[in-house]
């Protein structure tokens, strides 16, 4: 996991919104940025091998899997959440199942009810180590 680490996070521009009051019910395929304040049932996935940013607000709700590059949560989602870079948990946000990221920022409050997989680059090592106090 790295914490504080910001860079390479997220890109900055939305190119879509699925606004409050909103329901969709089937997949839903894009690319670029993609902010849901509403309501989807079926998967969310980014286009392809294009990076996707999901930005789920904390009025948004998904039931499906999400697939994309970098997603920040701060609804609920009930399914699995498969980010190959960058997954941020906010304090709203609840997951109802599995969460695979490269990288991790999870604040107070968020709850996963799920695996927290972590997907390591072939060859890389762990950035935290966590060592054993002694207390003498």
Known sequence: MFFGNKKGKLQNRID??????????????FSGGLRVDGYIK????????????????????????IEVSHVVINGT??????????????????VSGDVHY???EMHLGAVVEG???????AGAEPVVEFKAVSNN
């Open 115 to 121: 695996k927290m997989v972590h997907q390591q680059v």
């Open 102 to 104: 490269k990288t991790l």
């Open 42 to 65: 079926g998967n969310v996935v980014a286009e392809g091998d294009k990076p996707g940013t999901l930005v789920l607000s904390e009025q948004a709700r998904v039931e499906g899997a």
């Open 16 to 29: 879509s919104l699925i606004g409050t009051g909103t329901r969709i019910e089937g997949n839903v395929i």
């Open 77 to 94: 989602v009930i399914g699995p959440v498969r980010a190959s870079e960058y997954v941020e948990l906010q304090a709203k946000s609840k």
